[in-house]
């Protein structure tokens, strides 16, 4: 079984070093029982940002604003729906 560790932090040095100590820990941790965690390969520093992700949050956010454009123009054009003028013309009863 293999278990992925990951670990996000605005200090990526920092995030490997946790992540690395998370898994020595867990190895030491194991050795003496029926299993055993091992390191399969310890944590790099990324080359670029995980996040954020203006792309993907910017289609995210046009396509959330779309939505509700949408929703409030079918709200508001069933909100004017009348009765049709023969209703109107009779008065109360």
């Known amino acids: 079984m293999l ?3 990951t670990y996000t932090d605005s200090e990526p ?3 490997k070093i946790i992540v690395n100590a998370v898994a020595q820990v867990a190895h030491d941790h194991t050795r003496s029982r029926d299993f055993t ?4 390969e310890p944590a790099k520093l990324p080359t670029t940002p995980v ?3 203006p792309l993907r949050n910017g289609l ?3 396509v959330a604003g779309l ?3 949408s929703s409030w123009a079918i709200a ?3 909100a004017r729906i009348r009765p049709p003028p023969a209703d109107l013309d009779r008065g109360p009863a």
């Not at 965690?37 to 399969?40: P, Q």
């Open 67 to 69: 939505l509700l454009a």
């Open 60 to 62: 995210i956010a046009l």
């Open 3 to 5: 278990i992925r560790l």
């Open 76 to 78: 508001a054009k069933l």
């Open 37 to 40: 965690a091992t390191l399969w």
């Open 51 to 53: 996040s954020p992700k």
């Open 13 to 15: 040095t920092r995030a």
